[in-house]
């Protein structure tokens, strides 16, 4: 029934391997700019925001990958195009091998079954007049699924519990509003599970979470997908939680991966100098770690005017006349494992 | 005498239903010139309200007692009129999410100009040149000034919203969340000012974050507050390599570390209703040390040692032996 075959069949051949849960490969997605009824009579040439411009990396089950950057870097977008909540205009997302940037759009109900995402905000992602056990069966009514009334309320159930909200009794009948933050997203957790995802994408899950509770919820994410074959792509900006808590991390400059590798790997020994300078200036938590920030200047950079060459070479402090020039493209890093590569032509 | 000096000061509001909610009890602390010092705490712990009342910007609502003194003179006793000579004058904020609230019909120059003609500092070209002098010394070319917030990054906005505080040169600058919605280079940029005005104008900073690695890289010293009050202050440093209460050693512990490999551990519970009156050691549902005396006494902020001071039993427990904040209990 379901378009999207089981990748078992493929393995019970014998001869292939199992496909990524999630292979991203040349990917790009670009927004039009207006230009304006002048624009369009004079016939001034479109210009595009190209905010993924050739992403590639792959997400295994039971994996969490980091994809990190900073704000216009292109991480919110790759996470709606990987969702096909935005269409790309090249490359291919799949999702257990199965190609889903060319499914029309009748067969996407099933792919969102299999791939949901966890937003920013807890506090505007959940209806404030849905009860939680009407947030959590929700989905499922949407798409059709989990049987009669009192089949889904057990449901429910299980996905509060396994969203650590305990006992459930408890907070079936509450409205957001008397929940505190983490609970609201581990509200909305519950909801993406109920429907049984092979894919979460987090987007920022923790950053509007007081301090004290964020770790319970990255922990809950951790056990997640350390317990079934769900893979998990979060989206963050908080390099210090990304190596806390990933397996792998990306990191992202202008709609491109310039480097990853293992989280620990890319933290403690970052060969591409963006990262390095990423790396410097994240505040230390020990009062005496105080490290010779390497602060960049220059704006955020800007994803129409994409630089030639190296496209960090006009903030990167160590960059060669070459740099202007040649393009470079993720290769294996000298000493590093060989997960690790970066796009520079210096490493 | 410190430049700015808060004793016992509370601060309670009046909730619809008649009662009363207690967000600030019994907070002090002083500082001096060019010193550093962060408030961090959770959310809705008092920490925002306490510096709001510092520049007499509590709503109607609120009652206030303590006392307030800026270089000796008392900001608070006659409300609002001894309040107002001192605000931006002596004691400037820049508010949590400023970059989104400048004028978006003003050129940013206009709205440090605005202040300054308000408070009588400088009129007309003397103002337009100040304006652009402080626009230059937060790292705005001269010639910027003269456009509108929209043409700014966040960054950018973010640096003219600190001008616009220092427009009346301020000797004491409160910064809520200065770089919360920002990204971790532009962090760094904001804070290397932050440090760099504090050094050359011997600008005390009061830091306002719940972000603890900000603090202990930017502040020398830092409060904790829990629940309105203050439960630990003291050099950075000391507060974390020996904390002497069990939430700054959990708070610490929450917080990922970027070489860091223990465990990060979330604060199980959730912090006291502040409208009704709290038994023993507000902290002590959520603690992992908390004994018999926690739930009967609550304990008062006092000195553990020099320049350190903490409200928890644990420190009488055996009189000045740290070990009884390091070891974690069995459950």
């Not at chain 1, 990306?250 to 403690?268: D, F, S, T």
């Not at chain 2, 609120?62 to 107002?84: F, K, N, P, Q, Y």
């Not at chain 2, 600190?162 to 804070?191: F, G, H």
Request: with cysteine.
């Amino acid at each position: 029934m379901s378009p999207i075959t089981r990748p078992e069949t493929a393995g019970a051949s014998g001869a292939l391997v199992e496909p990524p849960l999630l292979e991203v490969s040349d990917l790009r997605t670009r927004y039009p700019i207006r230009r304006g009824l002048v624009g369009a009579l004079i016939r001034r040439p479109r210009r595009w925001v190209r905010a993924v411009d050739g992403l590639s990396f792959s997400l295994r089950r039971g994996e969490m990958l980091a994809l990190v950057g900073e704000s216009g870097c292109g991480k919110t977008t790759t996470a709606q195009t990987v969702l096909r909540l935005l269409e790309p205009d090249s490359g291919s997302v799949k999702l257990d091998g199965r190609d889903i940037t060319s499914l029309p759009s009748r067969d996407l109900r099933p792919l969102r079954r299999k791939a949901q995402m966890i937003y920013q905000d807890p506090y505007e992602s959940l209806d404030p007049r849905f009860r939680v056990r009407q947030t959590v069966e929700e989905p499922m009514l949407i798409h059709g699924v989990g049987g009669n009334h009192d089949q889904r309320h057990v449901l429910v159930v299980e996905a509060l519990t396994r969203a650590g909200l305990t006992p459930p009794d408890l907070f079936l009948d509450r409205y957001p509003h008397e929940l505190s933050g983490g609970q609201r997203q581990r509200v909305a957790i519950a909801a993406s599970l109920v429907l049984g995802p092979e894919l979460l994408v987090a987007d920022e899950p923790v950053s509007m979470l007081d301090v004290s509770v964020r770790a319970g919820v990255l922990t809950l994410l951790d056990q997640l997908r350390r317990s079934g074959t769900m893979g998990i792509l979060m989206i963050t900006h908080d390099l210090s939680t990304a190596s806390h808590f990933a397996d792998r991390i990306a990191v992202m400059y202008l709609g491109r991966i310039v480097e990853h590798g293992p989280a620990k790997e890319i933290v403690r020994d970052p060969k591409h100098p963006y990262t390095r300078a990423l790396l410097s200036v994240v505040p230390k938590r020990d009062p005496r770690d105080r490290t010779n920030p390497q602060i960049l200047t220059g704006e955020t950079p800007n994803p129409v005017a994409i630089p030639p060459g190296c496209r960090f070479h006009p903030r990167c402090p160590v960059a060669e006349p070459r740099c202007r020039v040649e393009d470079p493209v993720l290769h294996r890093v000298r000493g590093g494992t060989i997960e690790h590569e970066a796009a520079c032509v210096l490493v | 005498m410190s430049l700015l000096e808060v004793r016992d000061l509370h601060v309670w509001f009046d909730l619809p239903d008649g009662g009363e909610l207690h967000a600030v009890q019994n907070v002090g602390f002083s500082l001096d010139a060019g010193e550093r010092l962060g408030l961090v705490g959770e959310s809705g712990c008092g920490k925002t309200t306490a510096i709001l009342t510092i520049m007499g910007l509590l709503p109607s609502s609120a009652t206030v007692a303590g006392d307030v003194r800026i270089a000796g003179e008392s900001v608070l006793a006659e409300g609002e009129e001894s309040v107002r000579s001192h605000r931006w004058n002596d004691v400037a904020m820049v508010f949590q999410g400023a970059m989104n609230a400048l004028n978006p019909v003003k050129t940013v120059e206009q709205q440090i100009i605005e202040p300054m003609e308000f408070h009588e500092v400088a009129e007309g070209e003397e103002a337009r040149y100040e304006a652009r002098r402080l626009l230059e010394m937060v790292g705005i070319p001269r010639q910027a000034g003269g456009r509108y917030p929209h043409e700014f990054s966040g960054g950018m906005r973010q640096r003219a919203a600190l001008a616009m505080a220092l427009a009346c040169n301020p000797k004491v600058l409160l910064a809520d969340e200065p770089t919360t919605a920002l990204d971790v280079m532009v962090q760094a940029q904001i804070l290397e000012l932050l440090v760099g005005l504090s050094d050359e104008l011997g600008l005390a900073l009061v830091l306002v974050t719940h972000d603890l690695p900000v603090v202990a890289q930017v502040c020398d010293r830092a409060a904790v507050m829990y629940a309105g009050e203050i439960v630990e202050t003291g050099l950075v440093d000391d507060l974390f390599h020996d904390p002497r209460h069990p939430y700054t050693r959990l708070l610490f512990a929450a917080t990922p570390d970027l070489y860091g490999d223990e465990e990060v551990v979330s604060i199980p519970g959730a912090p006291p209703r502040l409208d009704r009156e709290i038994l023993g050691c507000p902290f002590q549902p959520r603690c992992d040390r908390a004994f018999d005396r926690c739930i009967r006494e609550r304990p008062v902020l006092r000195h553990v040692h020099a320049d350190r001071l903490a409200a928890c039993h644990l420190n009488d427990l055996a009189a000045g032996n740290s070990d009884v904040h390091r070891t974690r209990a069995t459950k």
